[in-house]
């Protein structure tokens, strides 16, 4: 199928005024002053799919772990997505997840909650050889997504974000803002998303500021016979921190049954396959840390079922 020359049009319009945007988004950003961010542990990343990708996900993630990356995505589902993770992380810690997305014939609603563990952590006081006992710090954040495909090409979405973190006998909380937009063309997919936008978070008498960043991602289905190589490249860009990254990545496709992954993000090669079979599929991921003995494992399971 030869596109028309308007389809080229619109799209040329569209990247060309995202690229104004982002443009634009990254002077303002720059008038700021860098800042201290916490809550580092919302950048390892859900999905061992889209990990195993590089975290490639703005485009193209797939289930409800695509919250985490594009709120907009879920507004082009239309059955019911169930996904669970896990990460064997490094140190002894550890990372769950679980989000859900259900559509509707008005907007498609999702959830979601990460739960990153930190391990065990000893309790020294004035003396330091002393240990008086242990103690677990965790951070919490939960997603609502609404998302809508508001044309057959442009899908819209927002989640509202609460963020929790726990050290010791320490708390600290706030609520935060996601979104993003999406458009889908012939197999081509431009996605945009800005990410953990909320107010500072106060610890005991410091504060800090919300891991808050800009994503671009693009993607393109490529079908060959029984197969299909779909690969995706991610920019982003940290508001506070004033430092950019990307991430570069690809999956085959073998009769919608196995799929093997590959992708460079975060400073990291990635690796990763998934087998599916009906409405159920299971996905591993390894992220290699050339810092670290041990790679990163990433386990994900998934159910998909029609309205």
């Known amino acids: 199928m030869i596109p028309e020359i308007k389809d080229f049009t619109v799209i040329t319009h569209f990247i060309k005024s995202l690229i104004k945007f982002l443009f634009a ?4 950003s720059r008038l ?3 800042r201290s961010v916490g809550l580092n542990s919302l950048k390892i990343g859900v999905g061992a799919r889209e ?5 490639t996900g703005v485009s193209q993630a797939q289930g409800g772990f695509a919250i985490y990356f594009n709120p907009a995505i879920a507004g082009n589902f239309h059955s019911i997505n169930l996904n669970l993770g896990y990460a064997d992380w490094i140190f002894d810690t550890d990372q769950s997840s679980l989000f859900f997305i259900h559509p509707t014939k008005l907007i498609n609603f999702g959830l979601g909650l990460i739960l990153f563990n930190y391990g065990s952590v000893e309790l020294r006081r004035d003396k330091p050889e002393e240990k008086i006992g242990d103690y677990s710090p965790k951070d919490v954040t939960l997603y609502f997504n609404l998302a809508k495909a508001i044309s057959e090409r442009i899908s819209l979405g927002a989640s509202l974000r609460y963020f929790y973190e726990r050290i010791y006998t320490y708390e600290t909380d706030q609520w935060g803002i996601d979104w993003g937009i999406l458009y889908n063309w012939q197999g081509l997919k431009v996605g945009f998303s800005y990410l953990n936008w909320g107010d500072v978070l ?11 960043t800009a994503h671009l991602g693009v993607s393109y289905n490529i079908p060959i016979n029984r197969l299909s190589i779909l690969p995706a490249f991610d920019f982003s860009y940290s508001i506070y921190e004033k430092r950019y ?9 073998i009769r919608n049954t196995v799929f093997l992954r590959i992708g460079y993000g975060k400073k990291s090669p990635t690796f990763g396959l998934g087998f599916q079979k009906g409405f159920f599929y299971i996905d591993y991921s390894g992220q290699i840390k050339g810092e670290f003995p041990t790679p990163g494992h990433h386990f994900s399971l998934g159910l998909k079922s029609g309205l």
């Open 51 to 55: 990990i195993g990708m590089g975290l």
């Open 32 to 34: 700021f002053a860098e």
């Open 25 to 28: 988004l990254f002077f303002i």
């Open 202 to 212: 106060r610890f005991v008498r410091e504060k800090f500021y919300l891991p808050t």
């Open 245 to 253: 990254d990307f991430s570069l990545g690809s999956e085959v496709n």
